[in-house]
């Protein structure tokens, strides 16, 4: 029966792998744009910020992957997307303190923070749901997923202004008297 109902899914799960896994690949880009900027003195910050994004995009990559795997089943289908889930709040409880620290307004809260645990609690419903054969887990894991991979833009995109507007060293800020 879930083989069959992640059939239905596939070309949705596929298209959410692909995605994640292009964002993570633009990840890449972010932080070559980023040489200069990212110091010592900014690693906390760069951690909390470029890390968890490429975390969240991974977790969308794994559990889209996970949906087009020959012999999944309801058992280990729920487990594996629990333990995900645990493992994801714990990340992010551990990260949001560094995000508190370092956000510019609430938006970086609700970003960074915030939605990626609403999508982890999801995907220990989808494990819930999945222990019990419920149908509905795949609605919520494509709801999750979904989630964390808009987390995933709006976050890649917020990096990618933050470090265009950033001078790449810390010297570059002062202008000099010849300069107008």
Do not use: Q
């Not at 559990?63 to 990340?91: D, H, K, N, Q, R």
């Not at 990260?95 to 508190?100: G, P």
Request: proline share 3%; net charge positive; aromatic share 10%.
């Amino acid at each position: 029966m879930l083989l069959s109902l992640l059939h239905a899914w596939r070309d949705f799960f596929i298209a959410i792998a692909a995605a994640g896994a292009s964002l993570i690949g633009a990840m890449f880009v972010v932080v070559s744009i980023a040489t200069g900027i990212i110091t010592r003195e900014r690693s906390a910050a760069s951690h909390a910020y470029l890390t968890s994004t490429v975390v969240h995009l991974g977790a969308v990559l794994l559990a889209s992957l996970l949906t087009v795997a020959p012999s999944v089943t309801w058992p280990s289908f729920a487990a594996v997307l629990t333990g995900g889930g645990i493992v994801g709040i714990v990340y992010v409880a551990l990260l949001s303190r560094t995000v508190a620290k370092f956000s510019v307004d609430w938006t970086d809260t609700l970003w960074y923070a915030a939605l990626p645990i609403v999508a982890y609690l999801s995907f220990i419903g989808v494990g819930v749901l999945g222990f019990v054969a419920n149908f509905h887990a795949v609605e919520l894991l494509a709801a999750a997923s979904v989630l964390l991979l808009i987390c995933g833009v709006r976050n890649a995109w917020d990096m990618i202004i933050i470090f265009a507007m950033r001078p790449k060293h810390p010297d570059d800020n002062r202008t000099k008297s010849t300069d107008r």
